[in-house]
């Protein structure tokens, strides 16, 4: 077990480029969620996959905003367009489901994104 | 409006004091309960949660928590700060299932030597 990983860690993009993040869940779980964190505030729940099914987005999750899970394992979250505002950390997590006794998710480090 | 509060922005405390930060929360039923640490630069760590039962639940690095239903609160406590408990703390809610987490806005723990 590797935990959750995310790549890259930071990312600087100048307004208007378009940016995607990937996460890599624990390998067995299969539950995935995206979070976005900004500077003195908890992280804020953006939306999650089980398997490779999109099962519920955050009015967050504007139309620039796009997330993959394509064979249940790896996802990634595509920022299209990015905006001064998107600046802020993206968080991803991932978990069983509770009938496998998945009642906490596993957070990765986090990818920083810094908008110019 | 449904919401995740923790009151204390930021607390400092001494080395070796005892240490609670407050959660509370305003959902119709009993949610599931966390308590998330994150240290600069990392993700969240998972110290404790509550599901059901005993409502005084034991986490890791010595951390415990107390859910009382009748105050709609669940605060960490900690008889005893170290130095590496330095960090930021966040309550998370999820009322409907494990997958429906809210974070409150985290509370900033500085410990003084």
């Known amino acids: 077990d590797t935990g959750v990983s995310q790549d890259p860690r930071h990312k600087i993009t100048k307004r208007g480029q378009n940016v995607t993040f990937r996460c890599d869940p624990i390998s067995e779980h299969n539950r995935l969620y995206w979070y976005r964190q900004t500077l003195g505030q908890g992280p804020e729940f953006l939306t999650y996959?089980?398997?490779?099914?999109?099962?519920?987005k955050s009015r967050l999750l504007s139309d620039r905003f796009s997330a993959e899970r394509p064979k249940g394992s790896f996802s990634t979250l595509e920022i299209q367009r990015t905006e001064q505002g998107d600046s802020a950390m993206y968080l991803c997590?991932?978990?069983?489901?509770?009938?496998?006794?998945?009642?906490?998710?596993?957070f990765g480090p986090g990818t920083r994104l810094t908008v110019t | 409006a449904q919401s995740v509060t923790q009151p204390d922005i930021h607390i400092t405390v001494s080395e070796g004091a005892s240490l609670e930060l407050r959660c509370n929360y305003s959902?119709?039923?009993?949610?599931?309960l966390f308590w998330y640490v994150q240290s600069p630069g990392q993700g969240l760590q998972l110290l404790l949660k509550y599901f059901s039962g005993d409502t005084l639940v034991q986490g890791i690095k010595g951390f415990e928590a107390e859910f009382k239903r009748s105050q709609s609160s669940f605060n960490l406590r900690k008889p005893s700060v170290h130095w590496s408990d330095a960090a930021e703390y966040f309550c998370a809610v999820a009322p409907v299932g494990p997958y429906d987490m809210r974070f409150g806005a985290g509370t900033r723990l500085t410990v003084k030597p």
């Open positions: 997590a991932s978990s069983l489901e509770e009938g496998q006794g998945g009642h906490e998710q596993y």
């Open positions: 996959f089980q398997n490779e099914a999109q099962l519920e």
């Open positions: 959902y119709g039923a009993t949610p599931y």
